[in-house]
């Protein structure tokens, strides 16, 4: 079965010290990995994926498949970058659904 | 990136009433459209799947003749729900992916419907 696991509800780290939103998931193939956030009052929008291999904002995430793990990091932690963070995972088309972690809300402190 | 677009973004509606979401992909033509729904501070819980001429997939406990997906074209995706009570208050998010694509679906800005 397809599963996302995203262990921390919510997150709060001081601006400036570093941060990182475990992710985790399970499925039975090749899979494709996504990291989507959701700002106050915006939709969900695509942050990175793991085959892009590209940082945004600062972001990056590498696909670890012996611990099926896909961490979000970011070395310093700003305050915009205060929002819903999910990690999804997809069969790898675009007409298959994403399964979605149970999101992460990070809070960055002044 | 693509676009897609929803409408209305907020409805309130009384309690036995239909409500209907479009869900319109604006640069694009859309196969394939997810429909989720959002609990207040919770994931999106994918509902059904709606390919473009055919009837659409409901996930599992999801209710298909309270939630009807009709998506008549390439860029229009409908979700009516019908006989709305309180509990059916939500955040719907539609979503649209292309067959040509990978895995990355395109979201629209969600509806809050709100039952009363």
């Known amino acids: 079965a397809q599963r996302v696991t995203q262990p921390e509800k919510l997150l709060s780290v001081f601006k400036g010290a570093p941060v990182e939103l475990k992710c985790n998931y399970s499925y039975s193939g090749s899979p494709e990995l996504f990291w989507y956030v959701q700002y106050s009052r915006q939709r969900l929008q695509l942050l990175l994926r793991h085959i892009s291999r590209e940082s945004i904002k600062g972001f990056t995430a590498d696909l670890n ?3 099926t793990s896909f961490h979000l990091k970011k070395p310093f932690a700003q305050e915009e970058d205060s929002a819903m963070y999910y990690c999804a995972l997809s069969g790898g088309s675009g007409n298959t659904p994403l399964v979605f972690g149970k999101g992460t809300r990070l809070s960055v402190i002044a | 990136g693509a676009v897609v677009s929803q409408h209305p973004s907020r409805v309130i509606c009384k309690s036995g009433t239909s409500v209907k ?3 319109r ?14 609990f207040p501070k919770q994931s999106l819980m994918l509902m059904a799947t709606s390919n473009e001429g055919s009837k659409a997939t409901y996930e599992q406990g999801v209710e298909k003749d309270k939630f009807l997906i009709n998506h008549a074209s390439l860029t229009l995706s409908t ?11 939500s955040f719907y998010i539609c979503s649209a992916g292309t067959s040509g694509n990978t895995g990355e679906l395109f979201f629209g800005e969600g509806s809050r419907l709100t039952v009363l």
């Open chain 2, 25 to 38: 992909s604006l640069d694009f033509q859309a196969t394939t459209m997810f429909w989720y729904r959002q």
């Open chain 1, 65 to 67: 498949k012996g611990e």
């Open chain 2, 79 to 89: 979700l009516t729900v019908t006989s709305a009570h309180p509990e059916d208050s």
């Open chain 2, 21 to 23: 979401i479009e869900c």
